[in-house]
């Protein structure tokens, strides 16, 4: 079955440490996203990536790292640097082609960071 | 960029149709209106979308306005497993910087 992956679940982490978050699509979208939500709120876009080897900061970048070394793959780094890291974080792929770009969305990592 | 405004929680019987509305005035002509939605402790789900025509899929209808500026997703027969957050929201060119609000939290009831 085509989609997105996203692993683990649930993460804990030590505060001060950073952590990696997987994401891997096999829908052969050239876009890939990675979103930020906080109870009760909506999602707020971390980075994006159109291609290989190119990202762009979204929203809320600040304290977040990311690659794109493979088209299927987009890891998320939560680093040390980010204040409130407690959240649920999505992962989401689209296509490019000429809309209506639709987003297809990864079930979350929750992380709590303590 | 683009935002749009929905009620914060909307009610509904369980059976009967719903109108979850959605009001995007600064829509520009090459942005697709999206709506999706999301069940708890899940990643958000495609429901359907549409440019300038209504549109019907097997999970909903939506209605644009001719000046489409507004927009409404119909829910024909709300069933309890259609209670979730909905969110609107316009997506242009790869939707990048697409904004997801806070969407509409819908209740069935039995």
């Known amino acids: 079955d085509g989609g997105i992956t996203q692993s683990p679940k649930y993460l804990f982490r030590k505060e001060g440490q950073n952590v990696t978050l997987s994401c891997e699509q096999n829908l052969n979208h050239d876009a890939m996203y990675w979103y930020r939500q906080d109870p009760g709120q909506g999602l707020r876009l971390i980075y994006y990536?159109?291609?290989?080897?190119?990202?762009q900061k979204g929203d809320i970048a600040e304290g977040y790292s990311v690659s794109r070394e493979k088209k299927e793959s987009f890891p998320l780094t939560v680093t040390s640097a980010q204040k409130n890291p407690t959240a649920f974080y999505l992962c989401a792929s689209s296509n490019l082609a000429g809309g209506p770009y639709e987003q297809y969305f990864g079930p979350g990592t929750r992380l709590t960071v303590t | 960029d683009a935002k749009t405004t929905q009620p914060n929680s909307m009610e509904s019987n369980e059976e009967e149709p719903v109108h979850l509305p959605c009001n995007h005035s600064?829509?520009?002509?090459?942005?697709?209106i999206h709506w999706y939605r999301q069940l708890p402790s899940q990643g958000p789900e495609y429901v359907i979308h549409g440019l300038t025509s209504n549109v019907n899929n097997r999970m909903a209808s939506l209605a644009i306005a001719e000046d489409r500026k507004s927009s409404t997703l119909i829910l024909h027969r709300a069933t309890l497993r259609d209670a979730a957050v909905y969110y609107c929201?316009?997506?242009?060119?790869?939707?990048?910087?697409?904004?997801f609000g806070a969407g509409t939290r819908l209740f069935v009831k039995a």
């Open positions: 990536s159109q291609i290989v080897n190119d990202f």
């Open positions: 600064t829509i520009s002509g090459t942005d697709y």
């Open positions: 929201i316009l997506m242009y060119t790869g939707g990048f910087k697409t904004i």
